[in-house]
């Protein structure tokens, strides 16, 4: 079954530092989102792409960050000045079409700001 | 905001015994999806429920989505410690707006 891979799976930076996640969402998906969870607590949602531009974003989803679709198969959610709050599991996902398909979440990566 | 909410937070079973828990979304949903999220894992599609007052069956699951569109419950039957892991629901207010999550109820199975 295909599936949403995302790296690396666990990422050490320096407050300040910028950090990129990468994620190759499953192909034949045209919707893809990034979602923040901090450890035990709920799968936050950061904000959609879909046609190579943002469709919609949370409030958490300020200026430190960007997503960029550089090639056909990647999608990046760059952090441009980390802070320790920045820390937690960011996912990736994919879905068909919009919300009200199903979304296929990638492994992970796990971000640890020191 | 939109806020989605679940109860209970933590769901302690003993096993082969049945639970419920519920969802509950400050506004109307375009449909409700459930997830499971197994320990150190991934947020994983269950089912999806579109239509007010539909109920759907997966093995020992049974999905509920209330009259209102603002509802939602999972009832476990003969629960199992393959059902261990935090459950969440998430709905969209509008057709293709963005999941609002709920907080999950984390399942712990007592052998």
């Known amino acids: 079954e295909p599936e949403v891979t995302q790296t690396p799976s666990h990422q050490v930076t320096q407050m300040g530092q910028e950090v990129i996640l990468r994620c190759v969402p499953i192909?034949?998906?045209?919707?893809f989102y990034w979602y923040r969870q901090i450890l035990g607590q709920k799968v936050e949602f950061l904000v959609s792409?879909?046609?190579?531009?943002?469709?919609?974003k949370s409030e958490i989803f300020d200026d430190q960050f960007s997503v960029e679709r550089p090639d056909g198969s990647n999608f990046t959610l760059k952090i441009r000045s980390t802070k320790l709050e920045d820390s937690a599991m960011y996912f990736c996902?994919?879905?068909?079409?919009?919300?009200?398909?199903?979304?296929?979440f990638g492994d992970g990566t796990r971000l640890s700001i020191l | 905001g939109q806020q989605v909410m679940q109860i209970p937070q933590y769901q302690h079973v003993q096993e082969g015994e049945d639970f419920t828990t519920y969802c509950n979304s400050s506004?109307?949903?375009?449909?409700i999806q459930w997830y499971k999220q197994r320990p150190g894992g991934h947020p994983v599609f269950l089912i999806q429920l579109v239509k007010s007052g539909e109920v759907k069956k997966q093995k020992r699951l049974t999905f509920q989505f209330g009259e209102a569109k603002k509802n939602s419950s999972l009832h476990i039957t003969a629960t199992q410690t393959t059902d261990v892991g935090t459950y969440f629901c998430?709905?969209?207010?509008?057709?293709?707006?963005?999941?609002?999550f709920g907080g999950g109820t984390r399942v712990l199975v007592k052998p």
């Open positions: 506004t109307t949903l375009s449909n």
């Open positions: 996902a994919s879905s068909t079409f919009n919300s009200n398909q199903p979304q296929h």
């Open positions: 192909s034949n998906h045209l919707y």
């Open positions: 792409f879909y046609n190579n531009e943002i469709s919609e």
């Open positions: 998430a709905g969209p207010k509008a057709a293709g707006n963005k999941l609002t």
